[in-house]
Structures are given as structure tokens and as C-alpha cells.
């Protein structure tokens, strides 16, 4: 039993990191469709550049500073000419694949994995230091949004922008700041799932950048409540490496358990919520 906890623990990892990033946006009033680029985008920039330095932290500041910067940038881009923000969202995870895609390609030699040990390099996550760092995380943004002037202002940015107007705050400066904080959490869940691989690999999130948008919304838009929350995606995402030894049920069916439950989640909790 400690041993399946302990497994779920590890699995949710990712995910918690990715849906703490897009709580945040959220709670700025902006839902961040871009998880899911950014945690690819991320990855494969940790990979390549830890692959040409032989250094895997400069693999993840180089990571952290390229994502980041990009999805302020963007941020500024949409406040500036008013574009809307869910397409942009949209077109940073076309743009990652379209991206990750050439460069593999063109630095690589190959559209398809990128071995860390074929460049020599053995890196071995902590498994129990991941699992605290992400609980801390998820402790440390609650914390945040609860009790500091920043997260009490991001939080009123989201239903009520105008307080911050007439307070003399600038609500698109919050907005901006969620898509950094968002994007330097998709960069942690990209380095956990390329490093923990051990290599970077075509669409490394696999969806879990709309996983944690639906994960928000089961946890209410509440950060400590997002564990259990992910917990629950990552049960079901264990369930399928159990189920899959089961002839009885086809495999393609097992594989979208995952998914059909985020979709359960966006058709209803919504609902409940208003």
C-alpha cells in the first residue's frame, strides 16, 4: 500500500507543478491554454541545452529563462494590442510542436527521441525531494495568494480588475506576472517528465497541461485542494497501467481513461461552481 501512495505521489509531480501554473493565471482571469506547449517547450530546451553544455542545471535556468520571457512577452503582447488571450494561448502549444519539431530535427538529426545517454549524461531525479519540493510548492503558492498584497491583488484582478484600478494598481501588470509564474511551473513539470524519461520525447506533456486546467477547476481554484485534485488524475493514469494487462477491455479505451475524466470535470464542476 505505502509503495502504490508512494507511486501516485511521484506521479503527480508533474501535474501538481502544472496545475499550481495554471491556478495562478487562472486566478488573474486568464485560463492558461498554454500549459501544455510550455511544458513541452521546456522539456526540450532542458534536453538540448544540457545535452551541449553537459550541464543539467544550465539545461533548466536555460529552460526558465527562454519559457519564461516568451510567455511574458506575449502576455505584454496581449494587454498591449488587446489580443485574445485563449488564442494566443492556442498558438504558444502550435508553436511549441512546430518548433521542438525543426530544432530536434535540425540539431538532432531526428524528429523522434533524445537520449540524454547517448550524450553521456546520467541524471537521476530524487524521487522523495521531488515529491516534498512540489508539496512545498503547492504550501508556498497558497500561502501567496492568502496573505500577501501581491496574491490578494492577482486574486481581485481575475472578477474585479476595476478594484485595482481605483486602488491605483495596474491589473494588466498581474495578468502579465501569472503567465511568468504559470510559465516558470510548466517549466518545472517539463524538466521532471524529460529528466525523469531520461530523454525528450514528441509531445512530452501528453496532455497535461489541460489536465491541470481541469484539475483548477476540480479543485475549486484552491491551491492546497489542487493535491488532491491531481492525486485523483494520477490514480486514474496509474489505473491504466494496471487495467492494460486486461484483455477484457480494449487498450485504446484504458489510455483515455485519463482524458475522458478531465472531460467529466469541464462538463460539470463548472456547473457547480456558479
Known sequence: MIAVIYTLLLMSVPLLFATLGALVSERAGVLAVFMDGAITLSGFIAVAVAIFTGNVLAGFLAAVLITVSLLVFLAWFTEITKANPFLVGLAVNFLSAGITSWASSFLFGTRGVIALSDAGIQFTLSGPLMIILALFSAILVSLILA???????????????????????????????SWG??????????????????????????????????????????????????????????????????DLVPSSVILGLPYALALLVFLFIPQKTK
Request: charged residues 10%; proline residues 6%.
Open 147 to 177: 496573505k500577501t498584497f501581491f496574491g490578494l491583488r492577482l486574486t481581485a484582478c481575475g472578477p474585479n480588475p476595476e478594484i485595482l484600478t481605483v486602488r491605483g494598481s495596474n491589473p494588466a501588470k498581474y495578468r502579465i506576472a
Open 181 to 246: 509564474i504559470a510559465a516558470f511551473f510548466a517549466v518545472c513539470a517539463g524538466f521532471v517528465l524529460a529528466f525523469n524519461l531520461g530523454a525528450f520525447v514528441p509531445n512530452l506533456s501528453a496532455g497535461r497541461g489541460w489536465t491541470a486546467l481541469a484539475a483548477v477547476f476540480l479543485a475549486y481554484r484552491k491551491p492546497l485542494p489542487c493535491i488532491a485534485a491531481v492525486l485523483v488524475f494520477s490514480a486514474a493514469e496509474y489505473s491504466t497501467t494496471i487495467l492494460q494487462g486486461i
